[in-house]
């Protein structure tokens, strides 16, 4: 399939749907799917990894026509990222807020940058799925039926599949990053652990730490062809 002229690029010229509202009341948008959908990519659900939702949007803005069999959220939690922090406007961890069996109250900690200890404090939310960007998603996950999902995060350069999957593997084969089982350390309410226990595939595409030119350059021709061929 040919691409759209550099450019071309500076727009998304197909207008989304809305699938939920943020704390702040900003629109939750999805580019759905013209057929039925195979997969849902999602970024930006930690508002300190920008990163992923610039490139997820470079690869849609190149395509020519929306993708045929996969939906796409360029920002799960727009809140944290206009603030620029890793939660949402509650202080909420959104991805550690997902209603899955090993979730649970309380403080989580992560780092400020990959260096340092792992001390700056968020909540894990009231309860389980007490944050809407969070109720959205999963709501937006029944209506889609996608038969997988890939989450795109930052920077510990890896693919995460558990289930040690195809789709997995072509990730990995393409990005050259190790397909792991898991990162190394507990992640409760993660949306992974969630997808684990009902039953939805999950792959999460870590990208490396690195300048965001190189980024783009050496990730985003590995979405364009992933929204053009959500198959494994």
């Not at 040919?2 to 749907?17: C, F, K, M, V």
């Not at 922090?85 to 090993?102: C, E, I, M, Y």
């Not at 350390?185 to 965001?212: H, M």
């Amino acid at each position: 399939m040919t691409l759209r002229p550099r450019s071309q690029w500076g727009t998304i010229p197909w207008t989304p749907a809305t699938y939920g509202r943020s704390v702040l009341g900003i629109p939750l948008e999805v580019w759905r799917p013209r057929l039925e959908c195979h997969l849902l990519v999602f970024a930006g659900i930690h508002g300190e990894e920008p990163e992923t939702t610039y490139a997820l949007s470079r690869a849609l803005r190149q395509l020519p026509e929306p993708p045929a069999h996969c939906a796409v959220v360029l920002a799960a939690n727009p809140d944290g990222l206009i603030r620029g922090t890793r939660g949402n406007a509650r202080g909420v961890d959104l991805n550690r807020n997902f209603p899955s069996r090993d979730w649970r109250p309380g403080a989580v900690t992560h780092r400020s940058t990959i260096e340092d200890a792992s001390d700056v404090l968020l909540g894990t939310g009231d309860n389980a799925a007490s944050e809407p960007e969070v109720r959205a998603l999963l709501a937006l996950i029944a209506d889609l039926k996608p038969r997988a999902v890939v989450a795109l995060h930052a920077p510990l350069a890896c693919i995460d599949d558990a289930n040690g999957s195809a789709l997995g593997r072509r990730l990995a084969e393409r990005t050259g990053m190790p397909q792991v089982r898991d990162v190394g350390y507990p992640t409760p309410g993660s949306f992974g652990s969630w997808g684990s226990d009902n039953g939805v595939p999950v792959v999460t595409y870590e990208f490396p730490l690195a300048a965001t030119e190189v980024l783009m350059r050496d990730h985003v021709p590995v979405l364009v062809d992933l929204l053009l061929h959500p198959g494994p």
